[in-house]
T-cell receptor, first 113, second 112 residues
């Protein structure tokens, strides 16, 4: 089955800097890659996603890139702000009939003012 | 709209006790899920229901049962709680199986 690895458990940046969080996946048949943001005491919330037929997607300060050959995808946040501080989860939709979404272990992003 | 509502928000159980976590969504979504969140483990799928009348095992189903009561409600039952089931449980729903997940605020369960 699908295995998603999110190697950075914590990332600290200065306000205004960029942050990049990378994930790798194992199943070459996976075709959907969302990123979720979880604020303290809340449930995760979708912030951006990408499907395997495109290589990059942007939404204001947030972008996601996908490298299908290397089987990795990354979240890019530019001009970070204190309110970007949260846990970020990557996920991959496994190939096959069940289409289960498998999450990475999460990265705590701390934006220092 | 309330979105996804879970009850209870907090619960303490003794080993061997049983309990049911309730989840309801008001978005007319077809698919519903139960995840558990543990430090360093991320979100792991326990069970899901792709549509009303169906349920399937996720990554970590042992020790749990689920019921898709109707389109709105999906409950998770622990028949005989164990300390290893101490976790934060999240219910989620999506319009379709490969769509955006909408999560509840979580239920923190401690098993002593």
């Amino acid at each position: 089955g699908e295995n998603v690895e999110q190697h950075l458990s914590t990332l600290s940046v200065q306000e205004g800097d960029s942050a990049v969080i990378k994930c790798t996946y194992s199943d070459s048949a996976s075709n959907y890659f969302p990123w979720y943001k979880q604020e303290l005491g809340k449930g995760p919330q979708l912030i951006i996603d990408i499907r395997s037929n495109v290589g990059e997607k942007k939404d204001q300060r947030i972008a996601v890139t996908l490298n299908k050959t290397a089987k990795h995808f990354s979240l890019h946040i530019t001009e970070t702000q204190p309110e970007d501080s949260a846990v970020y989860f990557c996920a991959a939709q496994g190939g096959g009939a069940t289409n289960k979404l498998i999450f990475g272990t999460g990265t705590l992003l701390a934006v220092q003012p | 709209n309330a979105g996804v509502t879970q009850t209870p928000k907090f619960q303490v159980l003794k080993t061997g006790q049983s309990m049911t976590l309730q989840c309801a969504q008001d978005m007319n979504h077809n698919s519903m899920y139960w995840y558990r969140q543990d430090p360093g483990m991320g979100l792991r799928l326990i069970y899901y229901s792709a549509s009303e009348g169906t349920t399937d095992k996720g990554e970590v189903p042992n020790g749990y049962n689920v019921s898709r009561l109707n389109k709105r409600e999906f409950s998770l039952r622990l028949e005989s709680a164990a300390p290893s089931q101490t976790s934060v449980y999240f219910c989620a729903s999506s319009e379709v199986i490969a769509g955006e997940l909408f999560f509840g605020e979580g239920s923190r369960l401690t098993v002593l």
